[in-house]
Each structure stands twice: as structure tokens, then as C-alpha cells.
């Protein structure tokens, strides 16, 4: 079998990189995509904590942030077209009205 | 074996990452997501979750990417196009991103907790039997939870993407 942390590493690095996504981007449907990207490297270390020590939970959570996850990106992207329709732009530094 | 396996869809899924990223269109973007998490979902049928690995594609690739792709194409994404990155001002959160992901590496490298090789023998018998006994046994309140969570999501996605009627 794969070293535990071999699984251990993918999620960190995965999660490095949608940080970066998130952190770096200008384009919220971008931005919106690296947190789907964060969401899925803890799900990789919640599924492999669960199988290497025998445990259900780690798979029962991970239902639980996937259902989430599919809650978060309709709101978010309903507030997206929202946000087109009124002000037409995709660049997060030109959403900043309740900046203060 | 397995670890080839591994190592390839690994590999994979973080190319496909960093083009989420890197690209400037938000079309290859999405492909490009939905690329990774069909990465991730093998590597979940590696962990012996094969139930996980049939609900990530179901529900990321064939919900949450067709929504984005609608998004995608509802909207101009034209001129985001021209600017990938922020402008100015890069380098704090690049350096912050170096050291989360450095002391994250080091301290799973540096502790023996995350160095075992030989997985925990499973209880004998149906694993998803076992499984959906545990989810809607012990945990039913959190999964009605989820559910009224997701209706919530349901009827706020309808009304805030609602065209105002006066």
C-alpha cells in the first residue's frame, strides 16, 4: 500500500495551489473554482486518515463537506449573476463597495 | 502497483491544478478542474472509498462543473480575460503561500505519525452496509442537517438569481 503520507502530501500541495488561487486570481469564477479545489484536498485527508485507521467517519465527513461544498457554489454563484447583472464585472478588486 | 498508480494520478491531478490556476481563459480553467477531480476520485477508489469516489463524480463533475460551465456561458468573460493575476502587490501573499505550504511538508514529513504503510485491517462484511448504518444511525441529525442546508441553498440560489420585478 501508499505510505500515508504520500496522501498526506497530495492534499497539502493541492491545497497549496488553490491558496494560491484563491489568493492571486482576479477572475471570481477562478477564485471560485480554487475553493473547490481547497475543499477536495481536505477531503483526500479526511478519506485517507479514515481508511488507514479503519474509521467510517472520515468517509461520512467528507459526504457532509460535499453537500456543503454543492450548498456554497449555487449561493455563490447565483450572488455571481447577481453581481454581473447589476455592476458587469468579474474582476474581484472592482467588487469592493463594502470596503471600508 | 498501487503505488505507481498513486504516483501517476497524483501527478495528474496536480498538473491539472496548477493549469486551474495558471490558465487565462475560464473555460480551460473548468476543464481543467474537472480533470483534477476525476484524478482525485481515482485516487479515492486507491483508498478503498469507492462510494466517495462515485459521489465526487457525480456531484462535482456532473453538478458543480455544469453549473460553473453554465455560469461560464451565461456571462462575458471577454475582458477578465486580459489580467490573470492581481496587479501589484504579489509578492506578501506569494511568501505566505511558500511558508504555509513548507511548514505544512515539513511537519507531516518530520512526524511518525503519518509514516504508516499498512493500512488498519477493515472489519469483515459489506463496507457500504457498514458505512450507511454508521451515516444514518449516528449521525442522522448532522445528515437532516445537510439536507435543510441544502434546501436553504436551493431556494436562496432561485431567489438571488431572481431578475427584480419592479
Keep these: ?100 | 502497483m498501487d503505488q505507481g498508480f498513486f504516483l501517476l494520478f497524483a501527478t495528474v491531478a496536480v498538473i491539472t491544478a496548477l493549469i486551474v490556476v495558471l490558465a487565462r481563459n475560464p473555460v480551460h480553467s473548468a476543464l481543467a478542474l474537472m480533470a483534477c477531480f476525476l484524478q482525485i476520485s481515482a485516487v479515492f477508489v486507491l483508498l478503498e472509498a469507492p462510494l466517495l469516489a462515485v459521489v465526487q463524480i457525480f456531484v462535482y463533475v456532473g453538478a458543480i462543473m455544469v453549473l460553473f460551465l453554465f455560469v461560464i456561458m451565461m456571462i462575458d468573460v471577454r475582458e477578465a480575460v486580459l489580467q490573470r493575476f492581481l496587479p501589484g502587490g504579489n509578492l506578501p501573499a506569494l511568501a505566505l503561500l511558500v511558508l504555509l505550504g513548507a511548514e505544512m511538508l515539513v511537519l507531516v514529513l518530520s512526524s511518525d505519525r503519518f509514516s504508516v504503510t499498512e493500512p488498519a485491517a477493515m472489519a469483515e462484511g459489506d463496507q457500504i452496509r457498514a458505512l450507511s448504518t454508521t451515516l444514518f444511525a449516528d449521525y442522522l441529525l448532522p445528515f437532516e442537517a445537510a439536507s435543510v442546508i441544502l434546501l436553504a441553498a436551493l431556494v436562496g440560489a432561485i431567489v438571488l438569481a431572481r431578475k427584480e420585478s419592479g
Design chain 1, 1 to 100: 500500500m501508499v505510505p500515508l503520507w504520500w496522501h498526506i502530501s497530495l492534499g497539502v500541495v493541492l491545497f497549496v495551489i488553490g491558496a494560491a488561487g484563491v489568493l492571486l486570481r482576479r477572475n471570481i469564477l477562478v477564485v471560485l473554482m480554487s475553493l473547490e479545489l481547497l475543499l477536495n484536498s481536505v477531503n483526500i485527508n479526511f478519506i485517507a486518515f479514515g481508511r488507514y485507521y479503519a474509521d467510517f467517519r472520515g468517509q461520512i465527513f467528507a459526504i457532509f463537506v460535499i453537500a456543503i461544498t454543492a450548498a456554497e457554489v449555487a449561493v455563490a454563484l447565483g450572488i455571481l449573476v447577481a453581481l454581473v447583472r447589476n455592476k458587469s464585472t468579474l474582476k474581484v478588486d472592482d467588487v469592493s463597495v463594502m470596503k471600508g
